[in-house]
């Protein structure tokens, strides 16, 4: 079955633009979680959809949004970009709410300029 | 909320040696503790996971221990080999979703010595 998808792969954004991020889950999976990842603070949770509804949301400003739409997509949004958030935004499923295994896309590397 | 605290930062073992990765959890409601395993450059996957019902679980090298009462768990990997060489991250959370979400410690940096 197929994975899970991110786009874009990579992009570069200048301080004050806004990025918007996609992420397609496993079939069947209706629980969406973001990461940031960063070389010195690991795995940062942002937030967690399940069935459209934000259930859970890590200490982030803010200027981090998201969504999730009726066939489980979802995606993040950042404004008013700043140096500190080029990371690697990496999105995960799993099939129900709460415990079980993540399953990973291969990420979004955001470079803020 | 949730905080876990990952040690060693960078573990290095010679090949054929065990590896100890220990963490610690601060919410006593996390009863789910799953491990990931990061290669360069890719995605992180599960490797094992444990529930607070159980003390220790094992998967062929790898085996994983949990001190409820401590709050704090461990990964051991024994007869280490080249492609173990990654950066490990345990994980808590409350099943049935806690306010936190899965919680990561900051990883390990496991480096195999041939």
């Known amino acids: 079955k197929a994975g899970v998808t991110q786009t874009p792969r990579y992009l570069i954004k200048t301080r004050g633009q806004q990025v918007t991020l996609s992420c397609s889950p496993i079939?069947?999976?209706?629980?969406v979680s973001w990461y940031q990842q960063t070389p010195g603070q690991g795995l940062q949770f942002l937030f967690e959809y399940f069935s459209e509804t934000q259930r859970n949301k890590g200490n982030f400003p803010g200027r981090f949004s998201g969504r999730q739409f009726s066939n489980s997509r979802s995606e993040m949004n950042v404004s008013t970009l700043e140096l500190g958030d080029s990371a690697l935004y990496l999105c995960?499923?799993?099939?129900?709410?709460?415990?079980?295994?993540?399953?990973f896309g291969e990420g979004s590397r955001l470079t803020v300029l | 909320g949730e905080n876990v605290e990952q040690h060693p930062s960078t573990l290095s073992v010679q090949e054929g040696d065990s590896a100890v990765i220990k963490c610690t959890y601060s919410?006593?409601?996390?009863?789910?503790f799953p491990w990931y395993k990061q290669e360069l450059g890719k995605r992180p996957q599960l490797i094992i996971d444990i529930r607070s019902n159980v003390g220790e679980k094992k998967d062929q090298r790898i085996a994983v221990t949990l001190n409820k009462t401590a709050k704090h768990f461990s990964l051991h990997i024994t007869e280490t080999q080249p492609e173990d060489s990654a950066v490990y991250f345990c994980a808590a959370e409350t099943s049935g979703g806690g306010a936190d979400g899965l919680t990561f410690g900051k990883g390990t940096h496991l480096i195999i010595q041939p």
């Open positions: 995960a499923c799993r099939a129900g709410y709460g415990a079980g295994e993540l399953f």
């Open positions: 079939s069947g999976h209706r629980s």
């Open positions: 919410d006593s409601a996390s009863n789910y």
